[in-house]
Structures are given as C-alpha cells and as structure tokens.
C-alpha cells in the first residue's frame, strides 16, 4: 500500500478556487492515472499519462489539467474548481497492460 | 466506444448463500476484464482477471462472449465479502481501463 500515495486525501475549498491534487508512486510504473469516483457513475478516467510529459484525455478531461514532470508524480489540477467536482478522486499507477494499482483516494468538497 | 454494465447497484445476501454480481460489457474486439473490490476503509483493488482463470477468495468468474458478460460468483458469501465491487474492461494492446458503476454487496449474518 505504501507503493502510491495522495496528497491532501482531504480538502474543502470554494468554488472558483484552484485546487491541485498530488499523487506519488515508488515502483517506477510507466502509467498513471487519475479517476474520480462518484455513486452511480463508479470510477472514471479524467486523464492518464503514458510517461513523462506524455498525457493523455479520458473521459471526463473538462475543467481538469494534469502535469508529469517526474515519472514518480502525477498532479491533477482543478483550474477553477465547481461544486460538480465534488467528489472522491483515485490516483492509480501500473505497467500499462497488467494490473493498477490504487491510491487511497482524496475526498474534495468544492462549496 | 467500449462500455461495462453492472445491473445492480446493491445486493444483499445472507452468509452461505450463493450469489453472483453481473457484469455486461460491449466492445467490438476482444477485451481484457477485471473484477476490482474495495473494502471498508481500504483502496481499490484487483480482485481477479479473466486471462488468469484463477479463484480468487472462493471467487470466479467467467467471461461469455457470446453474451458478453463476465459474471463474479461465490457458491458461499461470507461477512467478510461486504464491499463495493467494480467490474473493469481493458481494450485490445489497451492501457486504460473502462469500469463499470459497482456493486455493493452486503453479506448479513
């Protein structure tokens, strides 16, 4: 479990405030990814990256900016956070065609 | 585009019972599926994967093409079970993956 970690796992903010969110790997994985996971709609893709400063849309890519200038960190930045961003985002790292492996989650409260 | 289906959004179950959480999907080549699970308090993870045909917890699951689903089934719930259950596609030579809306599972004493 200590292999990926989030940072903050919790904040509140306001809306029109930006908002980064950091994820942090050790075990040298090529891909990460960033979901957010909301009842009803289970996990989505927001972005991923395929190695560093090589990044790439998902599904739900609007209002959301992501960075990777070391292969260990994968930022997701929300520009101007709403309150429709609320929720609990999941940061995962893998080798691409093999198993994620999952971050223990923060849990964003936009007012 | 690819898309995981799981039916039901809760299910409940008594320990010892069977039960079996479902899972559709609809891709026109030929994926790769996960069943991921998350517990209480825990992160997300994998639970097993169709390529594998392993058992997993007293957990298997089969992938039907010609009906394309890929049901999780366990002939004996046990408490220890209750958790949200994610069912996941990887798309051919693919690295993201497409999950599927979950399942609570709930296994009463």
């Known amino acids: 479990d200590a292999g990926i970690t989030q940072s903050p796992r919790h904040k509140v903010t306001e809306t029109g405030t930006p908002v980064t969110l950091r994820c942090h790997q050790t075990e040298n994985h090529r891909y990460m990814y960033w979901y957010r996971q909301d009842p009803g709609h289970g996990l989505r893709l927001i972005h991923y990256?395929?190695?560093?400063?090589?990044?790439d849309k998902g599904e739900v890519s609007d209002g959301y900016s992501v960075s990777r200038s070391k292969t260990e960190d994968f930022l997701l930045t929300l520009e101007s956070a709403t309150s429709s961003q609320t929720s609990v985002y999941f940061c995962?790292?893998?080798?691409?065609?093999?198993?994620?492996?999952f971050g223990p989650g923060t849990r964003l409260t936009v007012l | 585009a690819q898309r995981v289906t799981q039916p039901e959004k809760l299910l409940s179950v008594f320990k010892g019972a069977p039960v079996e959480l479902k899972c559709n999907y609809s891709?026109?080549?030929?994926?790769?599926l996960f069943w991921y699970v998350q517990y209480s308090r825990q992160r997300l993870q994998l639970l097993l994967r169709h390529i594998s045909r392993e058992s997993i917890k007293g957990f298997t699951a089969d992938l039907n093409k010609g009906e394309t689903s890929f049901h999780l089934k366990k002939p004996f719930a046990q408490e220890e079970d209750s958790a949200m259950y994610y069912c996941a596609l990887r798309e051919t030579s693919g690295s993201r993956l497409t999950f599927g809306e979950g399942t609570q599972l709930t296994v009463n004493p």
């Open positions: 990256s395929y190695g560093v400063k090589d990044t």
């Open positions: 995962a790292s893998g080798q691409g065609g093999d198993e994620q492996f």
């Open positions: 891709y026109s080549g030929s994926p790769e």
